[in-house]
């Protein structure tokens, strides 16, 4: 268990760059999920698949965002003419899906975006 | 619909002295209820989950959480702080069998020496 990993660690961008950040889960999870921790606050759900397929999109996500995860592995988070707005941490978490109860998720490190 | 609401932003305590960080929640749905800590710079970590088969549960590190439905909470313990508890302690409320995790606003907790 090699834990899941995020890169890159530290994004600096200029207003109305994109961005892209990727996110390796650990190998025999089948979820994955993407959540955004802003300064003081707790982390809040973007987006969620279950293998290849994304099964929900948050309203925070707007059309500026784009996930993918090709083949159920790794994903892909990313943001289109990036906003000061969307300077955050970028956390990718992955669980593996249990028959009854709620499978723990394992996060990343993080990605730390700053939009200037 | 669930929420978590976690009562103290910010805990100072004196090492090897206890540590009690309060959170109370609602749900709709019996609720799966976690633990997580975060270090500064790093991802987030369980400490501990509650998903019905006991009340009282135990996690890493000394922790441990009581679960109390009549007073719908959740409160995280250690007998005794170590100077590498001082991190961000966020509650977490699930509904059973769901994906989407509702964290609290967290509780920094600082050792002092």
């Known amino acids: 268990d090699t834990g899941v990993s995020q890169n890159p660690r530290h994004k600096i961008t200029k207003r109305g760059q994109n961005v892209t950040f990727r996110c390796d889960p650990i190998?025999?999870?089948?979820?994955l999920y993407w959540y955004r921790q802003t300064l003081g606050q707790g982390p809040e759900f973007l987006t969620y698949?279950?293998?290849?397929?994304?099964?929900?999109k948050s309203r925070l996500l707007s059309d500026r965002f784009s996930a993918e995860r090709p083949k159920g592995s790794f994903s892909t988070l990313e943001i289109q003419r990036t906003e000061q707005g969307d300077s955050a941490m970028y956390l990718c978490?992955?669980?593996?899906?249990?028959?009854?109860?709620?499978?723990?998720?394992?996060f990343g490190n993080g990605t730390r975006l700053t939009v200037t | 619909a669930q929420s978590v609401t976690q009562l103290d932003s910010h805990v100072s305590v004196s090492e090897g002295t206890p540590v009690l960080l309060r959170c109370n929640y609602s749900s709709s749905y019996s609720p799966s209820l976690f633990w997580y800590v975060q270090h500064p710079n790093k991802g987030l970590q369980l400490l501990l989950k509650?998903?019905?088969?006991?009340?009282l549960v135990k996690g890493i590190n000394g922790f441990e959480a009581e679960f109390k439905k009549s007073e719908t909470s959740f409160h995280l313990t250690k007998p005794s702080a170590h100077m590498s508890d001082a991190a961000e302690y966020f509650c977490v409320v699930s509904p059973v069998d769901d994906y989407k995790l509702s964290f609290g606003a967290g509780t920094t907790v600082t050792v002092r020496a």
């Open positions: 509650y998903t019905s088969a006991a009340t």
């Open positions: 698949f279950q293998n290849e397929a994304q099964l929900e």
């Open positions: 978490a992955s669980s593996e899906r249990q028959v009854f109860g709620n499978s723990p998720l394992h």
């Open positions: 190998s025999e999870h089948n979820r």
